[in-house]
């Protein structure tokens, strides 16, 4: 519980090797019935069509809209020493994550999850192991560069790109400065369908209290 700042409601964030990497941002999730691995960790491993196996059945986003995935692939999962044979099905949206580790780990594995303690703890020849979970978003230390001559208007820069990386980028900010936008007086006449926010409700629907219970 070091460094999580108190009370929390942050997700159970874990590294994982799998395959033959070390991978970040996985995140452990019970209430998933499947492993499921993101287009970055698939492109990092250097995963290829034909390298997956056909998965037919339908998956639901955290956004309640159906995924198709695009195929299944069964990697070696280790923590500490235990390794585990594990079935990801592949899907191709975005993530803030590399992958969800679901149940079938879980339970394979014999581990309990918390994510109020932020750890993983599993029997393993005759001891309780534990795998705590890391940060969600790791940011480095940043810089204010400043390239359009007025000190309220910033980019904030990573200190530790290389110099080349970091010339390129500036160079980029300073030839498209005028199309970063401040404060939303500055994007005159755009679309209101971009910009307000809807209730997914049925307007002639009479909204009803639920009571007490």
């Not at 874990?14 to 395959?19: C, D, F, K, N």
């Not at 290829?48 to 999962?77: C, H, Q, W």
């Not at 000190?151 to 390129?168: A, D, I």
């Amino acid at each position: 519980m070091v460094g999580t700042i108190q009370p929390h409601d942050d997700t159970l964030v874990v590294t994982l090797r799998i395959g033959e990497y070390d991978v970040k941002r996985v995140m452990v999730d019970q209430g998933s019935a499947v492993n499921i691995m993101y287009p970055d960790l698939y492109k990092g491993l250097g995963l290829k069509p034909e390298d997956l196996t056909t998965y037919n059945s339908l998956l639901v986003s955290f956004e309640g809209r159906m995924v198709a995935p695009k195929g299944l692939i069964r990697l070696p999962v280790q923590a500490s020493t235990d390794v585990v044979e594990v079935d990801f099905i592949v899907v191709d949206v975005f993530s803030p994550y590399t992958a969800i580790m679901g149940r079938p780990w879980l339970h394979t594995l014999k581990a309990v999850s918390s994510t109020l303690h932020q750890k993983v703890k599993y029997p393993s020849g005759g001891q309780v192991l534990e795998i705590v979970g890391t940060d969600e978003v790791e940011c480095e230390d940043l810089e204010r560069v400043i390239v359009a001559g007025d000190p309220e208007k910033f980019f904030q820069v990573g200190t530790k790109l290389p110099l080349q990386e970091k010339e390129r980028l500036l160079e980029f900010l300073r030839a498209n400065v005028d199309v970063f936008a401040r404060n939303p007086y500055e994007v005159p006449g755009v679309d209101t369908n971009f910009i307000c926010h809807r209730l997914n409700v049925n307007p002639t629907v009479i909204p009803r209290r639920q009571p007490p219970r």
